[in-house]
């Protein structure tokens, strides 16, 4: 669990609106959920034999003896918020969120305990074109931010299909016991498809032979996926098929995709999502298509601070108010207010705590502000204003109160 600091909380803030700004343009709204859900909501969306129920959840018993639990992801949430609420058959709802996730990992870089999403998902669109529309507007953020990923795209089926799919897969690997790692071993009654993400290079060429998901994909989720890659196709958009793309929640349907980089190092995976138009009906909702995504806001703060240098520098003030003595502070305080009621988008910094003019200006240079404000006992007794640039060899000059708007003003667009 990390602290964000102020050297980094701007770049998060960049991320934040640019993901508002893209969202909100293409009709999104944002949902505000909790952070604690009772536990089953999470076993019975996310899956009981996924490695987030089985050995990442904080589980607590709380007062009244209910189990809850700290979120590990939102869409669970979004979908009980969703049938609680009656959100989901209001004209095709599309909603986002952002927050804290929590999931007892080992901590890695790019991997941590607590770390943060933004999410988006879509109820009551069962075509492809919200599929696309959602990659698209990733694709759109990444350019906003200045950010390159690489898109990885598979299509899981419908549940039907993929039986048939894991029965092969079990079969196949049956063969193959003995080469299988422990965990694989274990997922080959419970959860076969994850033993294709395994991370294990001994198991690689086992798993490339293994059998390959779109060869028994059926008939409609093939005709979906192909106006999908379509839509994306038109689009310009560029990707790569990866038929061993199966994603670690158990809710998917049809569409799943993943947004990797290889800047980060084994947590490449900056967003994922897909479809999962059967978490509806399995959480008690009436049957409801849905499609979603969530990006880690941590992996891609880092890509932006290694990838974007024109990303929007820190907000550093503009002016700096140093002043002495109890007149001057007062006049101090009077100036500030004022300026900050005339002067929109100005960032003013008022010395608090007593310290001499040289410390002051020590502290007025270390805040990057362009300007000081000078206030000494002269000032207070004539009502003006020393102004003094900061960053250029220019004089400093006596302001009255009634001049400083404009000349401030002027320092903003700069
Ligand atoms: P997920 O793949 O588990 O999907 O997480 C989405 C993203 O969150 C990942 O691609 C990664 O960037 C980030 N992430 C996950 N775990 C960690 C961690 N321990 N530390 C840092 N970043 C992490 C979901 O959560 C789904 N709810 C996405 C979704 C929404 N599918 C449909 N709708």
């Known amino acids: 669990m990390n602290d964000i600091l102020p050297e980094h909380s701007h770049v998060w803030q960049f991320l934040e609106d640019c993901a508002r700004e893209v969202f909100q343009s293409a009709g999104y709204c944002e949902i ?199 839509l994306l196709d038109d689009a310009g958009v560029d990707y790569v098929l990866d038929p061993r793309l199966v994603r670690g929640l158990d809710y998917y349907t049809r569409t799943v995709f993943e947004w990797v980089t290889d800047a980060l190092g084994a947590q490449d995976a900056i967003c994922s999502g897909g479809r999962y138009d059967g978490l509806v009906t399995q959480l008690g909702g009436r049957p409801t298509p849905a499609m979603g995504f969530a990006l880690g806001m941590e992996r891609v703060v880092t890509l932006i601070e290694q990838q974007a240098p024109d990303r929007p520098p820190a907000m550093l003030p503009h002016v700096y108010v140093v002043h002495s003595g109890e007149p001057a502070r007062r006049l101090a305080f009077e100036v500030s207010e004022l300026l900050r009621d005339q002067v929109s988008g100005l960032r003013l910094m008022l010395n608090c705590g007593e310290a001499s003019f040289k410390a002051q200006f020590r502290r007025a240079d270390n805040s990057g502000a362009s300007v000081a404000l000078v206030i000494g006992e002269q000032e207070a007794s004539t009502r003006t204003v020393q102004f003094k640039p900061l960053r250029e060899h220019s004089e400093q000059q006596a302001m009255t109160l009634d001049a400083l708007p404009d000349a401030l003003a002027a320092l903003i667009d700069r």
Request: glycine content about 6%.
């Open 32 to 230: 505000r959920l909790p952070l604690v859900e009772r536990t089953e909501l999470f076993s019975r969306a996310i899956g009981e034999v996924t490695d987030i129920v089985e050995k990442e959840m904080y589980t607590f018993e709380d007062r009244n003896g209910d189990s809850l639990t700290l979120r590990p992801e939102g869409t669970a949430g979004c979908v009980r918020a969703g049938i609680e609420r009656g959100l989901l058959h209001n004209s095709q709802p599309r909603l986002w969120y952002s927050g804290a996730m929590f999931r007892h990992e080992r901590p890695q870089k790019g991997r941590y305990r607590q770390f943060h999403q933004i999410g988006v998902e879509a109820y009551g669109m069962p075509g492809p074109d919200v599929d696309a529309e959602q990659i698209l507007l990733v694709r759109r953020l990444w350019q906003r931010l200045g950010i390159r990923a690489e898109l990885r795209l598979n299509s899981l089926g419908t549940p039907e299909s993929r039986q048939e799919y894991r029965a092969a897969l079990v079969h196949y690997f049956e063969q193959h016991q003995s080469q299988l790692d422990e965990d694989s071993r274990r997922r080959l009654h419970t959860n076969p498809m994850r033993i294709l993400d395994s991370k294990n290079p001994a198991l690689r060429e086992l798993i490339e032979a293994a059998p390959s998901l779109p060869d028994y994909l059926d008939a409609d989720s093939r005709e979906h996926f192909r106006q999908l890659c379509q």
